[in-house]
T-cell receptor, first 111, second 115 residues
């Protein structure tokens, strides 16, 4: 799997938007960009994924650069329950290959 | 709601005991299941991949005789840690995926503590 680079940690104030960046300069044309998050003492939770176009769902938005070498996960209004480790992962389309986790970004939300 | 159920959530046992962890997909057929391990302050590390009805494929450095995986049906996979020792203490997480490259769904993990 192609490698991704994320900041180790970020901090946000409650009820403010959060932009979590991810660099993936070696992404291939068939790689989807997946975002998962892991709350303390829980398994990872699916957040969002996309290929080329920006994506929105009830949890977040995913903005993908035109050259696909970077992406940004956007939480529109951070809450204390959004404090977690966020993982940006590339996975080939259509395959049954497992997700390979990097170190992710630890997001702290301040009340 | 949860689509992957993992049980038990926590196990504390003596050294030398064998421990079985169950992973069930609740509302879809999991053609592939994965087992991960996570040590404190580290990321998830893939241990093995199992396809229903086939032998599991283990990652390098993971002992297949110590971590027995059974994926006998499309909704159930089990991981048995045989003769567990304190160094096997970790957070074990299962994941399930249906056919056609669907997103992976994860269980809530099992915290294993070997005394």
């Amino acid at each position: 799997d192609a490698k991704t680079t994320q900041p180790n940690s970020m901090e946000s104030n409650e009820e403010e938007p959060v932009h979590l960046p991810c660099n993936h300069s070696t992404i291939s044309g068939t790689d989807y960009i997946h975002w998962y998050r892991q709350l303390p003492s829980q398994g990872p939770e699916y957040v969002i994924h996309g290929l080329t176009s920006n994506v929105n769902n009830r949890m977040a938005s995913l903005a993908i650069a035109e050259d696909r070498k970077s992406s940004t996960l956007i939480l529109h209004r951070a809450t204390l329950r959004d404090a977690a480790v966020y993982y940006c992962i590339l996975r080939d389309t259509g395959g049954n290959t497992p997700l390979v986790f990097g170190k992710g970004t630890r997001l702290s939300v301040i009340a | 709601g949860a689509v992957v159920s993992q049980h038990p959530s926590r196990v504390i046992c003596k050294s030398g005991t064998s421990v079985k962890i169950e992973c069930r997909s609740l509302d879809f057929q999991a053609t592939t299941m994965f087992w991960y391990r996570q040590f404190p302050k580290q990321s998830l590390m893939l241990m093995a991949t199992s396809n229903e009805g086939s032998k599991a494929t283990y990652e390098q450095g993971v002992e297949k005789d110590k971590f027995l995986i059974n994926h006998a049906s499309l909704t159930l996979s089990t991981l048995t840690v045989t003769s567990a020792h304190p160094e096997d203490s970790s957070f074990y997480i299962c994941s399930a995926m249906g056919a056609g490259g669907q997103p992976q769904h994860f269980g809530d993990g099992t915290r294993l503590s070997i005394l």
